[in-house]
């Protein structure tokens, strides 16, 4: 059995392992997945490998005590002894107050994320891109350091009211840094797809062997709050705390940036200028997403923030249960609507700013106000007068993203870009922020 | 936080979200399961000689093997309720061989002598791969075999030995102490490990360890809901390379403060601390919001332990310094010529640095690296001056050096080992000094305790640190609570600024249990020693905002 089964290869599979259950509910979940990768660095690889993932998961229930008991290889043994497993522990465990027992079929959307491009790409396919990005950097005395990595996997579910999902994917995700021979200048570039045949690895280098060459002599602006252009690669590691952050039972609980006085939450309120608009949206052809989350719920096109305002909380079955609201999955995926500027007009439209194309080690300051700390990295550059006039050193930022989009001033085109914190994908435009606050400056290049 | 977590994370509730990014290697099993006994030491002496001989035959110059069994248990907790329980296993082989002068690497959980061969000849013919992009070829420095021979680490009670009821009583206990001292909200955890690896190389080391990890935790959290204020204090233990016996609280390793604080030696009293924590958090919802400016900083060992880490520890690690990590991680400000001058003044004349994989009780120690070499310790800063690196075999001889210092790891068996991160300790001050005493000295300053928010650049110049409680110091004396308190400063200007040092009845270890390096990435876990530190004039910045 190949690692990644047909969407009737795994409901064959689910079925068999649902028809040893005696419990009073059950939940299968399984998937699959192959990985390869390539990272190389000082113009050479450095290492490679590939890696096969499969994992069985069976939740069973007798009335609120539940247990869990997982297995990766799928004998016909192993299939039921999993099940009896599962079902041992549930006896032994304790009640658990938040089990809401498992859903009732569900109807999904479709989406594809599948590409059989990536499917098929093998350790050649890999060392392929990797070399048209390394002639470049050779040639050009530049020193490479970069990550390929391809995945392309399946999942599933099923449980004992009849639910059945299935879903299966693909994505490649590459980074490069470049940096110049003497040290003094370094370029980034990150692409991510579901497609591999979109990735043009030697046109991504360029980008990189751009920044890595613009960014040398850079000099030093003092810190203030400056006019930035966030690329959307910068914009992202900001937005992403957002997007973790909105769940309804830690606003309720007094304890998130969503959370106000007297104990209410701000679910409706406007937090932040109404061109801002966050939704989730598993049917995106450019950020497919699965059409079901981990529990079985339907994804569906969700807005987060609507106008400025907070539309959903993420709801947990047992928190909307509680509360008497419908449930809310977590999101699959994240999209920020943009506007119609491009980055060059962003930039002629800029009397004195600054052009950040990418921020590094993003942590949070203070969970209340989501003030974040972190640094300019690879590529930072002074505007004036609607031209880049230098690159200039990098700064250390103290902000906040809730702030940040109070003093937005442009939007431009969004596009997907690869979280540099935590490798997620994002539709993202790049955006122009008035009052950005820089409270040091970093010698790092 | 990856993307498999990030899906994991999609039909998970609040608990979920508060761990995205706890790592975890293997299968779910049951608690007994992680008692049984695996391969004895003949069976994988057998199997590692399958592997050696195969590469052998492919055309390997050298071959190492890691048969190995790792163990995992977390528990969370939050209130009155267990979130979860995980039990963990995962076993297989990695091989590595250097072929045409090039390194290749292949892993498998078929442990069978016929699985053994396969992944032997696949990790052969990768190198081979490899070989034709590969301009100079591996150079390793020389290891004489050391023949069979075992460690483990010296733990009193296996952490896997006490029963999980025993675990769930004590995190409830800790909750409970908590809730009762104005805790709003509550999380606690207890984390273990327990790496069981038979090394094997061409060189002729047969070697079998027992490594064990602990790491109890909690997060406690007091609310004001009408004035729609949180905040927050995380337990001020530290993980350890010990067993349950580090959570027995014995009086004689607690190291009493000012104004009746409790610092945690080689012992910790979770209860204890959780009271500490929720009568902290409370104080820190009306506390005193700092004035910025320059301050000097009395800095406890729980802190100055992550400060260590990032600011030391990271830019002298080899690896980063010549450019491998240069697409995540980043280089390093501490260059070869830097090191080379013999007068680069990292700190002032006080600090001295220390790398070591074989202090007791700390995360570092083992028997032997990942690559057959015995344990040892070096300097990395002494005098104040840089005088050397963190290596692995195929590095250190850019350093003139003949011997490595064996700072090669793999998070798991099917991980390539790569250079990670020793021990890197502040020697504890040869004057008989206490904390009490540094304070005394100190006209306006901040007192620190605990691990906060943390950033440094990718050179590891320009960092910014919080922390998790901060007394103000006036005139000598400690004042009342601050908040909104993080300083910011340059490696080299806050080493250089270290005026005094505690003396060693203070000195103990901080630790980091989950230490992220490489792509893909892997963990790693690593202590960091020190007793209470001065610094002076150091930039603090107020963090308070409104939204």
Same mark, same amino acid.
């Given at each position: 059995?190949?690692?990644?089964?047909?969407?009737?290869?795994?409901?064959?599979?689910?079925?068999?392992?649902?028809?040893?259950?005696?419990?009073?509910?059950?939940?299968?979940?399984?998937? +699959?997945?192959?990985?390869?990768?390539?990272? #190389?660095?000082?113009?050479?690889?450095?290492?490679?490998?590939?890696?096969?993932?499969?994992?069985?998961?069976?939740?069973?229930?007798?009335?609120?005590?539940?247990?869990?008991?997982?297995?990766?290889?799928?004998?016909?043994?192993?299939?039921?002894?999993?099940?009896?497993?599962?079902?041992?522990?549930?006896?032994?465990?304790?009640?658990?107050?938040?089990?809401?027992?498992?859903?009732?079929?569900?109807?999904?959307?479709?989406?594809?994320?599948?590409?059989?491009?990536?499917?098929?790409?093998?350790?050649?396919?890999?060392?392929?891109?990797?070399?048209?990005?390394?002639?470049?950097?050779?040639?050009?005395?530049?020193?490479?350091?970069?990550?390929?990595?391809?995945?392309?996997?399946?999942?599933?579910?099923?449980?004992?009211?009849?639910? /059945?999902?299935?879903?299966?994917?693909?994505?490649?995700?590459?980074?490069?840094?470049?940096?110049?021979?003497?040290?003094?200048?370094? +370029?980034?570039?990150?692409?991510? #797809?579901?497609?591999?045949?979109?990735?043009?690895?030697?046109?991504?280098?360029?980008?990189?062997?751009?920044?890595?060459? +613009?960014?040398?002599?850079?000099?030093?602006?003092?810190?203030?709050?400056?006019?930035?252009?966030?690329?959307?690669?910068?914009?992202?590691?900001?937005?992403?705390?957002?997007?973790?952050?909105?769940?309804?039972?830690?606003?309720?609980?007094?304890?998130?940036?969503?959370?106000?006085?007297?104990?209410?939450?701000?679910?409706?309120?406007?937090?932040?200028?109404?061109?801002?608009?966050?939704?989730?949206?598993?049917?995106?052809?450019?950020?497919?997403?699965?059409?079901?989350?981990?529990?079985?719920?339907?994804?569906?096109?969700?807005?987060?923030?609507?106008?400025?305002?907070?539309?959903?909380?993420?709801?947990?079955?047992?928190?909307?249960?509680?509360?008497?609201?419908?449930?809310?999955?977590?999101?699959?995926?994240?999209?920020?609507?943009?506007?119609?500027?491009?980055?060059?007009?962003?930039?002629?439209?800029?009397?004195?700013?600054?052009?950040?194309?990418?921020?590094?080690?993003?942590?949070?300051?203070?969970?209340?106000?989501?003030?974040?700390?972190?640094?300019?990295?690879?590529?930072?550059?002074?505007?004036?007068?609607?031209?880049?006039?230098?690159?200039?050193?990098?700064?250390? /930022?103290?902000?906040?993203?809730?702030?940040?989009?109070?003093?937005?001033?442009?939007?431009?085109?969004?596009?997907?870009?690869?979280?540099?914190?935590?490798?997620?994908?994002?539709?993202?435009?790049?955006?122009?922020?008035?009052?950005?606050? /820089?409270?040091?400056?970093?010698?790092?290049? | 936080? @990856?993307?498999?977590?990030?899906?994991?994370?999609?039909?998970?509730? $609040?608990?979920? $979200?508060?761990?995205?990014?706890?790592?975890?290697?293997?299968?779910?099993?049951?608690?007994?399961?992680?008692?049984?006994?695996?391969?004895?030491?003949?069976?994988? @002496?057998?199997?590692?000689?399958?592997?050696?001989?195969?590469?052998?035959?492919?055309?390997?110059?050298?071959?190492?093997?890691?048969?190995?069994?790792?163990?995992?248990?977390?528990?969370?907790?939050?209130?009155?309720?267990?979130?979860?329980?995980?039990?963990?296993?995962?076993?297989?082989?990695?091989?590595?061989?250097?072929?045409?002068?090039?390194?290749?690497?292949?892993?498998?959980?078929?442990?069978?002598?016929?699985?053994?061969?396969?992944?032997?000849?696949?990790?052969?013919?990768?190198?081979?791969?490899?070989?034709?992009?590969?301009?100079?070829?591996?150079?390793?420095?020389?290891?004489?075999?050391?023949?069979?021979? *075992?460690?483990?680490?010296? *733990?009193?009670?296996?952490?896997?030995?006490?029963?999980? =009821?025993?675990?769930?009583?004590?995190?409830?206990?800790?909750?409970?102490?908590?809730?009762?001292?104005?805790?709003?909200?509550?999380?606690?955890?207890?984390?273990?490990?327990?790496?069981? =690896?038979?090394?094997?190389?061409?060189?002729?080391?047969?070697?079998?360890?027992?490594?064990?990890?602990?790491?109890?935790?909690?997060?406690?959290?007091?609310?004001?809901?009408?004035?729609?204020?949180?905040? *927050?204090?995380?337990?001020?233990?530290?993980?350890?390379?010990?067993?349950?016996?580090?959570?027995?609280?014995?009086?004689?390793?607690?190291?009493?403060?000012?104004?009746?604080?409790?610092?945690?030696?080689?012992?910790?009293?979770?209860?204890?601390?959780?009271?500490?924590?929720?009568?902290?958090? @409370?104080?820190?919802?009306?506390?005193?919001?700092?004035?910025?400016?320059?301050?000097?900083?009395? $800095?406890?060992?729980?802190?100055?332990?992550?400060?260590?880490?990032?600011?030391?520890?990271?830019?002298?690690?080899?690896?980063?310094?010549?450019?491998?990590?240069?697409?995540?991680?980043?280089?390093?400000?501490?260059? $070869?010529?830097?090191?080379?001058?013999?007068?680069?003044?990292?700190?002032?004349?006080?600090?001295?640095?220390?790398?070591?994989?074989?202090?007791?009780?700390?995360?570092?120690?083992?028997?032997?690296?990942?690559?057959?070499?015995?344990?040892?310790?070096?300097?990395?800063?002494?005098?104040?001056?840089?005088?050397?690196?963190?290596?692995?075999?195929?590095?250190?001889?850019?350093?003139?050096?003949?011997?490595?210092?064996?700072?090669?790891?793999?998070?798991?068996?099917?991980?390539?080992?790569?250079?990670?991160?020793?021990?890197?300790?502040?020697?504890?001050?040869?004057?008989?000094?206490?904390?009490?005493?540094?304070?005394?000295?100190?006209?306006?300053?901040?007192?620190?305790?605990?691990?906060?928010?943390?950033?440094?650049?990718?050179?590891?110049?320009?960092?910014?640190?919080?922390?998790?409680?901060?007394?103000?110091?006036?005139?000598?004396?400690?004042?009342?609570?601050?908040?909104?308190?993080?300083?910011?400063?340059?490696?080299?200007?806050?080493?250089?600024?270290?005026?005094?040092?505690?003396?060693?009845?203070?000195?103990?270890?901080?630790?980091?249990?989950?230490?992220?390096?490489?792509?893909?990435?892997?963990?790693?876990?690593?202590?960091?020693?020190?007793?209470?530190?001065?610094?002076?004039?150091?930039?603090?910045?107020?963090?308070?905002?409104?939204?």
């Amino acid at each position: 059995m190949s690692v990644i089964l047909t969407e009737s290869e795994a409901k064959a599979l689910l079925q068999k392992v649902l028809s040893y259950s005696k419990a009073d509910e059950c939940e299968i979940n399984l998937s +699959g997945e192959l990985r390869g990768n390539l990272r #190389y660095a000082r113009n050479e690889v450095s290492t490679s490998g590939s890696l096969i993932n499969q994992n069985l998961q069976v939740q069973s229930a007798f009335g609120k005590k539940v247990g869990v008991a997982t297995i990766d290889e799928f004998s016909e043994e192993s299939l039921e002894k999993v099940v009896r497993r599962a079902e041992e522990l549930a006896r032994l465990a304790p009640e658990n107050p938040e089990y809401v027992g498992v859903l009732e079929p569900q109807k999904y959307v479709t989406t594809k994320g599948f590409f059989e491009s990536t499917s098929n790409a093998s350790p050649e396919t890999r060392a392929t891109a990797v070399l048209k990005s390394l002639e470049l950097t050779r040639t050009q005395k530049l020193t490479a350091a970069g990550f390929l990595e391809n995945q392309s996997g399946y999942s599933a579910m099923m449980n004992s009211k009849g639910l /059945f999902a299935y879903y299966p994917s693909t994505s490649v995700n590459f980074s490069l840094t470049v940096r110049t021979e003497d040290g003094t200048g370094s +370029g980034y570039v990150a692409k991510g #797809y579901s497609d591999i045949s979109k990735l043009d690895t030697a046109a991504a280098t360029k980008i990189a062997i751009q920044k890595s060459l +613009g960014s040398v002599g850079a000099k030093a602006l003092e810190p203030g709050k400056y006019t930035v252009i966030l690329e959307p690669t910068a914009a992202a590691v900001l937005l992403e705390n957002i997007f973790f952050r909105m769940d309804a039972r830690s606003a309720d609980e007094g304890r998130s940036f969503l959370s106000k006085q007297g104990g209410k939450t701000k679910m409706g309120e406007k937090i932040m200028d109404e061109r801002v608009n966050f939704y989730s949206d598993p049917t995106n052809p450019d950020l497919p997403s699965s059409p079901w989350s981990g529990d079985g719920q339907p994804q569906e096109k969700r807005y987060w923030i609507e106008k400025g305002s907070v539309k959903n909380m993420h709801y947990s079955r047992y928190w909307a249960q509680k509360n008497n609201v419908k449930p809310v999955p977590f999101p699959g995926n994240m999209i920020m609507d943009g506007g119609t500027a491009t980055l060059d007009e962003m930039i002629k439209s800029t009397k004195q700013g600054i052009l950040v194309t990418k921020l590094w080690y993003i942590r949070t300051v203070d969970p209340q106000t989501l003030l974040l700390t972190g640094l300019t990295r690879d590529g930072t550059f002074y505007i004036e007068n609607g031209k880049i006039k230098h690159p200039i050193k990098n700064f250390r /930022f103290n902000e906040s993203p809730v702030i940040m989009l109070n003093n937005l001033e442009t939007l431009g085109k969004p596009e997907r870009v690869v979280s540099t914190e935590s490798d997620q994908n994002y539709l993202i435009p790049p955006m122009k922020i008035r009052e950005f606050t /820089f409270s040091s400056l970093s010698d790092a290049v | 936080m @990856k993307r498999r977590d990030f899906m994991q994370m999609s039909g998970m509730g $609040l608990g979920a $979200l508060m761990f995205p990014s706890v790592p975890l290697i293997g299968n779910p099993v049951s608690a007994e399961h992680l008692m049984e006994p695996w391969l004895d030491a003949a069976a994988k @002496k057998q199997l590692s000689e399958t592997a050696l001989n195969a590469a052998k035959s492919k055309g390997a110059t050298y071959t190492d093997v890691r048969i190995g069994r790792y163990l995992q248990q977390y528990v969370f907790t939050r209130e009155k309720q267990v979130q979860n329980i995980v039990n963990a296993e995962s076993y297989g082989i990695g091989i590595r061989v250097i072929v045409n002068g090039t390194w290749g690497f292949s892993a498998t959980s078929d442990v069978t002598p016929d699985g053994i061969a396969k992944c032997a000849a696949t990790a052969a013919a990768i190198a081979k791969a490899n070989s034709k992009f590969q301009k100079e070829p591996v150079v390793l420095a020389e290891q004489k075999g050391v023949g069979d021979k *075992t460690w483990k680490t010296p *733990t009193v009670k296996n952490a896997f030995e006490i029963p999980v =009821k025993e675990k769930i009583d004590l995190l409830m206990n800790v909750n409970g102490a908590a809730m009762d001292n104005g805790a709003g909200f509550v999380t606690s955890n207890l984390f273990f490990v327990n790496e069981q =690896k038979y090394f094997a190389s061409s060189d002729g080391s047969f070697i079998d360890q027992d490594i064990h990890r602990i790491w109890p935790t909690f997060t406690v959290t007091v609310i004001d809901k009408a004035a729609g204020k949180f905040k *927050t204090r995380d337990a001020i233990s530290s993980p350890m390379g010990m067993g349950f016996e580090y959570l027995d609280g014995v009086t004689s390793e607690k190291i009493p403060g000012p104004n009746g604080l409790v610092g945690y030696r080689n012992s910790y009293d979770m209860v204890e601390d959780a009271i500490a924590a929720a009568k902290q958090a @409370k104080e820190k919802i009306t506390a005193k919001s700092v004035m910025a400016g320059k301050y000097d900083l009395v $800095l406890d060992p729980n802190h100055l332990g992550l400060t260590i880490h990032e600011s030391v520890g990271h830019p002298t690690e080899l690896d980063r310094v010549l450019g491998y990590e240069a697409n995540y991680a980043g280089t390093s400000f501490a260059t $070869l010529d830097k090191w080379e001058s013999k007068n680069f003044n990292y700190g002032s004349k006080l600090v001295n640095i220390v790398a070591d994989k074989t202090q007791p009780h700390s995360l570092g120690a083992v028997g032997y690296d990942d690559e057959g070499v015995p344990c040892k310790e070096w300097d990395i800063i002494k005098d104040g001056v840089l005088v050397n690196y963190q290596a692995t075999r195929d590095q250190v001889s850019i350093l003139g050096e003949k011997e490595s210092h064996g700072c090669c790891y793999a998070d798991n068996w099917n991980s390539v080992q790569f250079q990670r991160m020793p021990n890197i300790s502040l020697k504890p001050g040869t004057e008989k000094r206490s904390v009490l005493d540094m304070i005394k000295g100190v006209e306006k300053g901040i007192y620190i305790i605990g691990r906060g928010s943390y950033s440094i650049d990718q050179q590891r110049y320009n960092f910014q640190f919080g922390g998790q409680v901060f007394y103000e110091i006036k005139n000598g004396q400690l004042a009342g609570m601050l908040d909104d308190v993080a300083y910011q400063s340059n490696t080299q200007e806050f080493w250089n600024s270290c005026s005094q040092i505690c003396d060693k009845d203070d000195y103990r270890t901080f630790g980091s249990f989950f230490d992220g390096k490489g792509q893909p990435s892997q963990v790693s876990a690593v202590s960091h020693g020190s007793a209470t530190t001065r610094f002076d004039g150091v930039n603090v910045i107020n963090t308070g905002r409104k939204i």
